[in-house]
């Protein structure tokens, strides 16, 4: 009687590392970490294009300034406009990340944060040429780029679990400075660009009959300002509250462990 001989094929490397990664996923607890792993990474990416942008802002802005003095600010604008306008779109993102929870920031005070910038840029700043050549909008993204170039960074070191002491103090606390004042560049801003809406009539408008009102955009402006510094306390309390949060003692020695 004959032996009877099997020959299977012995899978390759490549082939057992698949099956192991499909057995994995195939588990609850590795279709988390699967998810949880891709979530992380899309988020360290947003942070880093973020950061990329906001720091060549930032760059721009010194080397412009230390090489041609106070004849680059008139001309900051012109010159990182259109970058600055895409971060800032790319920045209603974030919105979008807290709704769908993977980012468990506040929604409110993000989403407050957000809107104040994107009607600043766009429909105060973008919309009245005369208004971007003045110093307040220079010293606008100096304080918003400032401010993103460190958040963005602590985000991204944070994201690999890196938790840098100094960096973290200066995330949670330069914030609270510094955010108070760019609303008051901002408010500058508006109040500079309303005699230009006044004379030029953008964004007035009358409805036709049987409404017969008219917008006079100047008067929204206005009362956008009153918005403006209410949401400023409400943002302000919550960054001292975050504040708080993450660098009490407990939580220091959590990081640094």
């Known amino acids: 009687m004959k032996p009877h001989f099997e020959i299977k094929a012995v899978p390759s490397h490549s082939e057992e590392h698949h099956q192991v990664r499909e057995w994995c996923c195939s588990q609850p607890w590795g279709q988390d970490w699967s998810s949880s792993f891709t979530m992380n990474t899309y988020l360290f990416m947003y942070d880093l294009m973020q950061f990329c942008g906001h720091s060549w802002i930032f760059t721009n802005m010194i080397i412009r300034f230390m ?3 106070k004849d680059s600010i008139a001309d900051t604008f012109y010159s990182i406009g259109l970058v600055m306008r895409l971060c800032q779109l790319l920045s209603i993102l974030e919105i979008l990340h807290i709704l ?22 766009f429909v105060v700043i973008n919309s009245q040429e005369e208004v971007q050549g003045k110093y307040v909008v220079c010293v606008l993204f100096f304080l ?10 602590y985000n991204m070191l944070a994201r690999m679990g890196i938790y840098y002491l100094p960096l973290t103090w200066l995330n949670f606390s330069l914030c ?18 309303l005699p230009y809406f006044e004379s030029f009539g953008t964004y007035s ?26 949401g400023m306390c409400c943002i302000t309390h919550t960054l001292i509250s975050e504040r708080n949060a993450h660098l009490g003692r407990g939580n220091i020695k959590k990081k640094r462990s």
């Open 67 to 69: 090489s041609f003095g």
């Open 100 to 121: 769908i929870g993977i980012d468990k920031s506040r929604l409110f005070p993000r989403c407050l944060q957000i809107t104040e910038r994107v009607i600043v840029l």
């Open 144 to 153: 918003w780029n400032l401010l993103d170039v460190v958040r963005y960074t």
């Open 176 to 193: 609270i400075l510094l955010y108070p004042l760019s609303v008051l560049a901002k408010a500058f801003a508006i109040c500079v660009s």
């Open 205 to 230: 408008i009358k409805l036709p009959f049987p409404f017969a009102i008219s917008i006079h955009f100047p008067y929204v402006l206005k009362m956008y300002l009153l918005v403006l510094f209410i």
